[in-house]
Structures are given as C-alpha cells and as structure tokens.
C-alpha cells in the first residue's frame, strides 16, 4: 500500500508541456477537467503500463490536494477520499469511477511508440482529437473529472471518493482484484459513458476465448521459381467491438481472410509464412496482413484474384467505410497493398494446412448475434475477432491464434456461445482455452435513487429529460455490484466518438454539460 496525504515531491499544476498548457487557453469549458484531461495525455497509459500515469496523479494530489488521502491497494487501484463539506457528513458517501488505461490503436504507417510518446491532442471545430492515434478520453475524461471535483473547493459534497482502476480496456484486472473493503461509499457514479445527456443505467457482461489451431511448418525449398508476397488490408474504420459492433463496419480480419480463402480456391493452394491482424480484444481490426508464397505464376494468379474481389468487398462497404471525393462522389476509404518481398521466407505453413487455416478464421463468428427484442435498437448478444496471429514458433507448437470476445446481457447466452465455440473448435482439431477475464453484466435498477437523483440534475441542467439506456459494452460496474452490492450505480459521460479507434474524438462542447450533470447529481 501506498498513502500519498502530504510530503510527495510534484507539481502544483497538472500540466508540464508548453504545448498542452497553450492547447487549455484555446479549450472553452470548464478550465479544471479540461487541464486534467490533458495531463491525462501528457503520460503514456497503456493497460499494464500504468507506473508513470499513478506516480503523476499520487505527486500531484500530494501537493495540490493536501486534504486528499491517497492510496493504491494491491492491484494498483488508486483511491482518493475527501472528507465530507461541513453540514454534508449526514449524505451518503458518493464514489466517483473511471479507469487509468487507454487502448493503443494508430493509423498505418505511422511510428508512434504508445509507451513513451505522449498523446498529441488537437482541436477540431468542437471536437478534440489526437493525431494519427487513440486520444484516450476513454477513459482520461472521466479520470479527469473525478480530479476535478477534488479539486474544487467551492464544490459542497458528502464524502467523496475517487476510484481509478486498472487494466480496464483488457481484463477489467483492477475491478476483478478490487477488495470489497475498500470503499466507502453507498453511490457509485461511473463516468465512462460516451453518450452525453443521457444516464446509463445497465451494460453487458462478457468473456474473452483464445481459440488455438496447430498447423504444420515446412521448409521452403531454395528456388528462383518461387515468390513471395505480402498482402495488406488497412483503412478500416475499426472502432469499439462493442457500442459499434452492430454499424457492421468491415474488420480487417474477415477481409484479408475472404481475401485469401476466395484466392486460394482460384489457384489451388499457396504456403503461408505470415498472417496477423488487430492489435486489442476490443477493437474491431483495422489492418490485416499476410505473407503468401509459392511458384511465381501460381502467386500472381493469387493476386489477380485477391485483386478482383477486393474491388467487390469495396463496394459492399462503401457507404460506411467511404468518403466524398472533391467531386462529391463516394469512393472507398479500404486499402488493398500487394508487396514482392525481396527474399522468400525460409519456413511456412504448407498449403494444406492454409486451407484449413482460413477455414478456421471463416468459421468464428464475428458481429452481432441478437438484437434486443426488449428494447429497440440494443444488441442483445455479439462476439468479436479482436485478433489473429500465426505462430510459427511457439512454446506450444506451430499454431494460428484467433482471439475473441463475446458480450451479451444475458449470462445464458454468453454460456451458449461459449459450449458453441468449443464444439466447432473440436470439429476443427482447434484447442479452446474456455471462458477467460468473464465479468459480469450490470443489471438494471428502475428504482434506484442515484438514477432519480441524475434525472432531476438532467433536468435543470439540460431542460429537458434525457435518454436513460443500457449499453453493449463492458463497464466496470457489474464487478463493482458484485463486491458492493448494497451500492447504487448509474453511469454518465460526454460524447465521445469513434473510441479503441485512431479517429476517437471527444466533443468539446459537451464537456461542460457532462461537468454540470456530476456536479449537480
């Protein structure tokens, strides 16, 4: 444990670049989240990474918060506690919860080192965004905003806790680890929503599957009759496998694999040295790439096929993963690249075994599997390929690795689908590694008070009543409800759009308004 009341050496202000503290003078809204916010940017947070970001905030709390108590429990939580205002010890304790990691994702072809760069945040008309990658207000906006309220001393509030986890965007780690003693609180207010005006009052629950099949490796023979080539699939949109997985944009995985199935069926067969796609369980990928060989002729008879078809998959997806050209028509934004290599690989997969390779890939689902019939427009149940990896080397032999998640509302359903998947993976003479990092879904409250209480605040905040819905993603909540059941949660946030993706954006506009909405809730 690590208690942080006083005595660490910091820094008064959040913020240590010149370039984000002149970006805080051109940002409209309320001045301290926003600086908070891009503190969040200036320290690298990638899940399990965590070690800069904890240090910033404990040194900063320490010396600008004296009257904060910090500490960090075993999994590397952090929890602020502030004392209740005079006249307010009576209250209900509230606990204010977001998650210090951010998941890592960047355009192609850009070098950016997520464990050591800092965020570039750039403005937009009224959005913030990041420069070619993740901007990471998923969740830096909500941890900003806890900080704030900390740091506010007009804010009248009973006690107040500030609860940052862990691992959040991979295992939900800090909330699985997460003691049920630690808190004080009777209200859980968790600020990693990304609708703004509306109040989430329910998300799925969920489980990873790591879904293993072996291959064999083979020696390529020596020979000038034999090429190699690289194929890539990028521009793809991505974006969250869970809120966006019914947009039904195009994953780089389920391309490039098309791709090759259909080519591999035009020409007969190739080898396989080569095949990786998406870089996190819960982003849709956005980049696939493979390296395929064989006798020259062969190969190009496999690209002119991968080439054609191409053109097709383009314009089945052209209204969602397309733009406007400077004449108003609609082109793709997909991108096929072909690449000779200069040597071929000495070692892979032979052409039998690629059948049955991309036979695997075909098979696993990826998308929604049931919408809602309850409540219009929610997805009941999907499962996502978040990414594929061909192991030529590897402790547990020669295998390709395909990675999945799955999410539904009902804990039923996600046990169907987990009985499913290890049935086709023993058709397929594939290993399953069975439920892995399961969290539970937060189930809805009609009657609960902090909802009423987040109504009324909308209310006079707004104007006007807002949307209250549950959400197709993971949130920490249902965890947190398992460990503090006598708790009462709601979940808010601003609009943040395109998260676990390079074009995730934050609108600036809507900040202030989510400000207001905690404040008053």
Not at 88 to 111: A, N, S
Not at 407 to 419: C, I, K, N
């Amino acid at each position: 444990f690590f208690f942080a009341d006083r005595g660490v050496e910091g820094t008064m202000e959040p913020l240590t670049r010149p370039y984000t503290k002149a970006l805080l003078k051109e940002l409209q809204g309320p001045e301290k989240i926003w600086a908070y916010m891009l503190m969040m940017t200036e320290v690298p947070r990638p899940s399990h990474k965590l070690d800069g970001i904890r240090k910033r905030i404990l040194e900063h709390v320490a010396e600008a918060m004296p009257q904060v108590h910090a500490e960090v429990d075993a999994a590397g939580n952090v929890l602020l506690r502030k004392k209740a205002a005079p006249g307010m010890e009576h209250l209900p304790g509230i606990c204010i919860q977001g998650h210090l990691d951010m998941v890592t994702t960047k355009v192609d072809g850009l070098e950016f080192d997520f464990e050591k760069q800092a965020i570039e945040p750039q403005i937009q008309g009224d959005w913030l965004v990041a420069e070619g990658t993740t901007l990471g207000a998923d969740n830096g906006i909500g941890v900003a905003a806890g900080l704030a309220l900390l740091a506010d001393k007009s804010f009248k509030h009973p006690t107040l806790e500030c609860l940052f986890t862990v691992n959040e965007e991979t295992n939900m780690e800090g909330a699985q680890k997460l003691k049920a003693n630690l808190l004080q609180s009777a209200v859980l207010i968790n600020v990693d929503s990304e609708v703004d005006e509306s109040i989430c009052m329910g998300s799925a629950g969920g489980h990873e599957n790591v879904l293993s099949l072996p291959v064999n490796v083979t020696e390529v023979p020596a020979s000038e009759g034999f090429a190699a080539h690289r194929v890539q699939v990028h521009g793809c949109h991505g974006g969250h496998s869970g809120s966006e997985i019914h947009i039904g944009y195009a994953s780089a995985a389920k391309v490039l694999n098309r791709l090759l199935l259909h080519g591999f069926e035009e020409m007969g067969g190739f080898a396989l040295a080569h095949y990786e796609a998406g870089n996190a369980p819960n982003a849709i990928p956005s980049h696939a790439e493979a390296v395929v060989l064989g006798p020259t002729p062969a190969i190009h008879e496999l690209l002119s096929a991968v080439e054609g078809l191409f053109a097709t998959v383009c314009e089945e997806f052209l209204s969602i993963e397309g733009e406007s050209d400077a004449n108003g028509r609609r082109v793709t934004t997909l991108r096929l690249e072909l690449t000779r290599l200069p040597a071929v690989p000495p070692s892979a997969v032979p052409s039998a075994d690629v059948r049955r390779a991309l036979g695997f890939v075909a098979l696993v689902p990826h998308g929604v599997l049931r919408m809602s019939p309850d409540m219009p427009g929610l997805v009941e149940s999907s499962t996502s390929m978040g990414f594929v990896r061909l192991r030529l080397q590897h402790a547990d032999g020669p295998h390709l690795m395909v990675h999945t998640l799955t999410r539904s509302s009902h804990d039923s359903a996600l046990r169907q689908y987990a009985e499913e998947c290890n049935a086709w993976c023993g058709l397929a003479g594939a290993r399953d590694s069975g439920r892995l990092s399961v969290s539970p879904g937060w189930t809805p409250n009609v009657n609960s008070k902090a909802l009423a209480a987040a109504k009324t605040a909308a209310q006079r905040v707004f104007g006007k009543p807002v949307r209250v819905y549950s959400v197709h993603a993971g949130l920490e909540v249902g965890l947190l409800l398992q460990k503090y059941p006598h708790m009462d949660a709601i979940s808010i946030g601003p609009l943040i759009k395109g998260a676990h993706s390079p074009s995730e954006r934050l609108l600036i506009s809507s900040v202030g308004r989510f400000w207001e909405h905690l404040k008053q809730t």
